[in-house]
């Protein structure tokens, strides 16, 4: 069974930094990818970043390209988020999803293992 276990989310002023982390388990096919995606209240859920099994590609949404950086660690099944310079538009609860395979990662309906998700909220 497969799990994903988000932390690190809070309250911060913009500008600031988070590192969120998901813990992984279950996944047991050699070729997945791991995703972030973030929901604000009332709106869909949008992709962040994604980082293949082997991390060696990554892929990130426009609106945080140059200020988020995915990372894995595939002998403790971590994969972080650190988000850096950080907005209020950046406010929302973020998921750590998992899929098998290594295509089209920005699809959030590609994703069939996703975590209870963690709230970062950033103030002006």
């Known amino acids: 069974q497969v799990q994903l276990v988000e932390r690190g989310g809070g309250f911060i002023s913009a500008g600031g930094a988070l590192r969120l982390s998901c813990a992984a388990s279950?996944?047991?096919?050699?070729?997945?990818?791991v995703g972030w995606f973030r929901q604000a209240p009332g709106k869909e859920r949008n992709f962040v970043a994604a980082i293949n099994w082997r991390g060696d590609y990554t892929y990130y949404a426009n609106s945080v390209k140059g200020r988020f950086t995915i990372s894995g660690d595939n002998a403790r099944n971590m994969v972080y988020l650190q988000l850096n310079s950080l907005k209020p538009e950046d406010t929302a609860v973020y998921f750590c999803?998992?899929?098998?395979?290594?295509?089209?990662?920005?699809?959030?309906?590609?994703?069939?293992?996703w975590g209870q998700g963690t709230q970062v909220t950033v103030s002006s």
């Open positions: 999803a998992a899929k098998y395979g290594s295509t089209q990662l920005s699809g959030v309906n590609t994703y069939l293992y």
């Open positions: 279950g996944l047991t096919a050699s070729d997945y990818a």
